[in-house]
């Protein structure tokens, strides 16, 4: 059975990866990848985050003298980064949803344009882009690269 799930009907994106950037991840040629990244379709996780609405004691909520019981809960959605010891920060992509799921099967998968997603990771700070975490092929794009690929 087709995931139908990633786009409005009629369009047509079955989440498949895409041909050129699944062969130059396999290749393992760091230029390959970032050529095929600027014209490939990748997805990024999304998942929901549960935040409390109503935080024991919140004197905004809560009537005087009452502790409160935060059982009111809520959740946004977030797009999922990763975190080294260092402090550095990246943004994990999949060229298809076979991938994301084999790495974090309860995340949402969102397509987005290569290029667009590494421009995005460097205005918000980010030092890399790491292309299917789990495999079967691994890549990260930083630095110069990662740079260059966002200014396009």
Same mark, same amino acid.
């Given at each position: 059975?087709k995931r139908e799930?990633?786009?409005?009907?009629?369009?047509?994106?079955?989440?498949?990866?895409?041909?050129?950037?699944r062969a130059a991840?396999?290749?393992?040629?760091?230029?390959? @990848? *970032? #050529?095929?990244?600027? &014209?490939?379709?990748?997805?990024?996780?999304?998942?929901?985050?549960?935040?409390?609405?109503?935080?024991?004691?919140?004197?905004?909520?809560? +009537?005087?003298?009452?502790?409160?019981?935060?059982?009111?809960?809520?959740?946004?959605?977030?797009?999922?980064?990763?975190?080294?010891?260092?402090?550095?920060?990246?943004?994990? *992509?999949?060229?298809?949803?076979?991938?994301?799921? &084999?790495? &974090? &099967? #309860?995340?949402? +998968?969102?397509?987005?344009? =290569?290029?667009?997603?590494?421009?995005?990771?460097?205005?918000? =700070?980010?030092?890399?882009? @790491?292309?299917?975490? *789990? =495999?079967? *092929?691994?890549?990260?794009?930083?630095?110069?690269?990662?740079?260059?690929?966002?200014?396009?």
């Open positions: 059975m799930l990633l786009a409005p009907s009629g369009q047509g994106d079955h989440g498949g990866a895409d041909g050129a950037l991840l396999d290749a393992g040629d760091e230029q390959s @990848v *970032a #050529t095929a990244l600027v &014209r490939a379709r990748v997805f990024v996780a999304i998942e929901a985050r549960r935040t409390d609405a109503d935080p024991p004691g919140d004197p905004d909520v809560d +009537p005087p003298g009452d502790a409160g019981t935060g059982a009111e809960k809520s959740s946004e959605m977030v797009l999922v980064t990763l975190w080294v010891p260092s402090g550095a920060t990246a943004i994990p *992509a999949f060229s298809g949803v076979d991938t994301l799921a &084999r790495w &974090r &099967r #309860t995340a949402r +998968p969102v397509a987005v344009p =290569g290029h667009a997603l590494c421009a995005q990771a460097v205005r918000d =700070g980010h030092s890399a882009v @790491v292309l299917d975490i *789990a =495999g079967p *092929a691994m890549a990260t794009v930083d630095g110069e690269l990662l740079e260059r690929i966002a200014a396009l």
